[in-house]
T-cell receptor, first 110, second 110 residues
Framework: SQTIHQWPATLVQPVGSPLSLECTVE??????LYWYRQAAGRGLQLLFY??????ISSEVPQNLSASRPQDRQFILSSKKLLLSDSGFYLC?????????FGQGTRLTVV | DAKTTQPTSMDCAEGRAANLPCNHS???????VYWYRQIHSQGPQYIIH???NNETNEMASLIITEDRKSSTLILPHATLRDTAVYYC???????????FGRGTSLIVHP
């Protein structure tokens, strides 16, 4: 069966520090991969999606970037975090219709 | 993708049916209706989707009107664990990118 792993579950980082969140999917091939962010009390915002290795589409310009070095690996990065980067970050994958989400990383920038 | 409109919040008594409406008057002929829910502090969970016909699975039933301009998600016997934000999304099957609105906050009370 397919599973999605996202880590860490929680993270506290100082302003200006770098960020790397990793997401891996097991049990499927060539999935579409997504990164979302949910700020406190807000809706889910699509940040990036990828339809294949090295193919990244950005939905919202900001100081975040994404990479897909392997078929089932999706990485969200930042060189310098801002306070406004705090939020709940979710990775998701899909092959056909429905999307499946990881358990999320709660990032607090202090 | 077609825009969807949902009530901001609803409540339901435990054990009763919860009927969550969604309007998608601009839906195109090949767009599906998808439903997800997000329990607090967790990633969204896929529930069900449909194109024209009504659909039922172990979680819920989806009733789509004949003109496809609206649909209703039915939780036949709501439990306290069904308290969540429910999202209705319209998108093309297989290639849509899940984009979430504000959804309906359903509170199931004893």
């Amino acid at each position: 069966s397919q599973t999605i792993h996202q880590w860490p579950a929680t993270l506290v980082q100082p302003v200006g520090s770098p960020l790397s969140l990793e997401c891996t999917v097991e049990g499927t091939s060539n999935p579409n991969l997504y990164w979302y962010r949910q700020a406190a009390g807000r809706g889910l915002q699509l940040l990036f999606y990828s339809v294949g290795i090295g193919q990244i589409s950005s939905e919202v310009p900001q100081n975040l970037s994404a990479s897909r070095p392997q078929d089932r690996q999706f990485i969200l990065s930042s060189k310098k975090l801002l306070l406004s980067d705090s939020g709940f970050y979710l990775c998701a994958w899909s092959v056909s219709s429905e999307a499946f989400f990881g358990q999320g990383t709660r990032l607090t920038v202090v | 993708d077609a825009k969807t409109t949902q009530p901001t919040s609803m409540d339901c008594a435990e054990g009763r049916a919860a009927n969550l409406p969604c309007n998608h008057s601009t839906i195109s002929g090949n767009e599906y209706v998808y439903w997800y829910r997000q329990i607090h502090s967790q990633g969204p969970q896929y529930i069900i989707h449909g194109l024209k016909n009504n659909e039922t699975n172990e979680m819920a039933s989806l009733i789509i009107t004949e003109d496809r301009k609206s649909s209703t998600l039915i939780l036949p016997h709501a439990t306290l664990r069904d308290t969540a934000v429910y999202y209705c999304i319209a998108g093309l099957g297989g290639s849509y990118i899940p984009t979430f609105g504000r959804g309906t906050s359903l509170i199931v009370h004893p």
